[in-house]
């Protein structure tokens, strides 16, 4: 059963849960600068990073951050706390599980979406990968970002109900709850553009609707 073989191994699991986030860390790093290199042909509107926590360090270049390294021990530490207090006050070990998977299962989505980020903007490089240039909107990323959440979550959910393991549940949880922020981050994005820009309109004489952008990778990932 997953969930007692993260428990017997907690100790090792919150080491790993730490080295997922400095693994996302470096590889949003890793995206901004690659998107960099192919804005000529696929531009976004503001920040790489999603989760405003990490914009300004990300768009500083800022590779080492005593933050980022602080929440990297903190996941850590709290997850050997965890542990600990599960097996001290004889706590089901489910509830280790659903915490486990709320983080790593959240990472997985994020971390994939990277690898698929680098890959995209490699290809972008090559002369003739595609014609003209695109320019994803704001409330366009989050809304993206916040499906992909969505779809993990629902992915999470079927691999709980036959397996009945708290670790999905806590996965499927931890996504909901990033899809939500970002839905809720995409709205603000969409009225902050409106208000920016008042009565403006397409060349058909249509006003603009970010909604209308054709659908690119997502950039970065939110650090959670």
Not at 33 to 42: H, T
Not at 156 to 164: C, E, I, N
Not at 183 to 194: E, K, N, V
Request: glycine fraction near 10%; charge should be negative; charged fraction near 15%.
């Amino acid at each position: 059963m997953i969930d007692r073989v993260l428990y017997d191994w907690g100790y090792v699991v919150a080491v790993v849960a730490g080295l997922t986030f400095a693994a996302d860390w470096l590889l949003t790093h890793a995206g901004a600068k690659a998107a960099a290199l192919v804005k000529d042909r696929l531009a976004f509107e503001g920040s790489y990073e999603l989760n405003p926590t990490w914009q300004a360090q990300i768009d500083a270049g800022q590779r080492f951050s005593w933050r980022a390294v602080g929440v990297g021990i903190a996941l850590v530490f709290l997850g050997g706390l965890g542990r600990l207090l599960v097996e001290s006050a004889e706590i089901d070990e489910a509830f280790f599980a659903a915490g486990v998977g709320a983080i790593m299962l959240l990472q997985t989505p994020i971390l994939m979406q990277h690898a698929a980020n680098l890959q995209t903007f490699r290809s972008l490089r090559r002369p003739g990968a595609v014609e003209g240039a695109l320019r994803q909107s704001r409330r366009f990323t989050y809304e993206q970002a916040s499906w992909t959440f969505v779809r993990y979550a629902v992915l999470w959910l079927l691999l709980w109900v036959p397996s009945q393991q708290a670790f999905f549940l806590g996965g499927a949880a931890a996504c909901v709850g990033i899809a939500i922020r970002f839905r809720r981050l995409g709205r603000a994005a969409g009225a902050a553009s409106q208000a920016d820009a008042p009565g403006m309109a397409d060349p058909q004489g249509v006003a603009s609707d970010d909604d209308d952008v054709p659908s690119v990778p997502w950039p970065a990932e939110v650090d959670a």
